[in-house]
């Protein structure tokens, strides 16, 4: 089946550094990105839709310069948490979708984002 | 997209089949059912998906009644490794555009009792 690659799988760092988030479609070609956050027991909450080559469509709420997205080749798309603070300490996922209209899409295994 | 509504836990022996209820009273003629799973601390995997007709793959079979406002998915045998939170999800689906995002309810917790 469809294989998404999300690195790293866990990340501990200072309050005020930037993190970056990797999210790769391994055997498939992803025209469209999205990228999750999920709380501890909450269902996953919907932060932007990426489409290669174009800027991302955010959820209402999510912060564009907070949460900087970059989606610039079929296979790859990044997530930049910059400055986080204890607050951003979250689960975040990604997933891809090829370009066919009867695809479903695929996760990662995530990115456990703690900030002290 | 349409709203659906999941029962927030489902117990299930091992071994027997698990019938897990999604009810999409509003849902649209062109929006199809998705379901997909999260074991703990992963990422959502893709059980299966439809439009009206039944299906079935190698993980379960998707039963949606004919008027389409209400579906089960069924695990035919389960196992340990199915204990799960199970997302039934309704999703428009179009060439791209802001519709073709899924948008996850809070879900069944499965637990498979041995």
């Known amino acids: 089946g469809a294989v998404v690659s999300q690195h790293p799988s866990r990340v501990i760092c200072k309050s005020g550094t930037s993190v970056k988030i990797e999210c790769r479609s391994l055997?498939?070609?992803?025209?469209?990105m999205f990228w999750y956050r999920q709380f501890p027991k909450k269902s996953l909450m919907l932060m932007a839709t990426?489409?290669?080559?174009?800027?991302?469509?955010?959820e209402q709420g999510v912060e564009k310069d907070k949460f900087l997205i970059n989606h610039a080749s079929l296979t790859l798309s990044t997530l930049t948490v910059t400055s986080a603070h204890p607050e951003d300490s979250s689960f975040y996922i990604c997933?891809?979708?090829?370009?066919?209209?009867?695809?479903?899409?695929?996760f990662g295994d995530g990115t456990r984002l703690s900030i002290l | 997209d349409a709203k659906t509504t999941q029962p927030p836990s489902m117990d299930c022996a091992e071994g027997r089949a698990a019938n897990l209820p999604c009810n999409h009273s509003?849902?649209?003629?062109?929006?199809?059912v998705y379901w997909y799973r999260q074991i703990h601390s992963q990422g959502p995997q893709y059980i299966i998906h439809?439009?009206?007709n039944n299906e079935t793959n190698e993980m379960a079979s998707l039963i949606i009644t004919e008027d389409r406002k209400s579906s089960t998915l069924i695990l035919p045998h389960a196992t340990l490794r199915d204990t799960a939170v199970y997302y039934c999800?309704?999703?428009?689906?179009?060439?791209?555009?802001?519709?073709?995002?899924?948008?996850f309810g809070t879900g069944t917790l499965l637990a498979v009792q041995p």
């Open positions: 997933s891809a979708r090829g370009g066919g209209s009867n695809q479903p899409q695929h």
């Open positions: 055997d498939f070609q992803a025209t469209t």
């Open positions: 990426s489409n290669e080559g174009s800027k991302a469509t955010y």
């Open positions: 509003t849902i649209s003629g062109n929006e199809y």
């Open positions: 439809g439009l009206k």
């Open positions: 999800i309704v999703r428009v689906l179009n060439y791209g555009g802001a519709t073709n995002k899924l948008i």
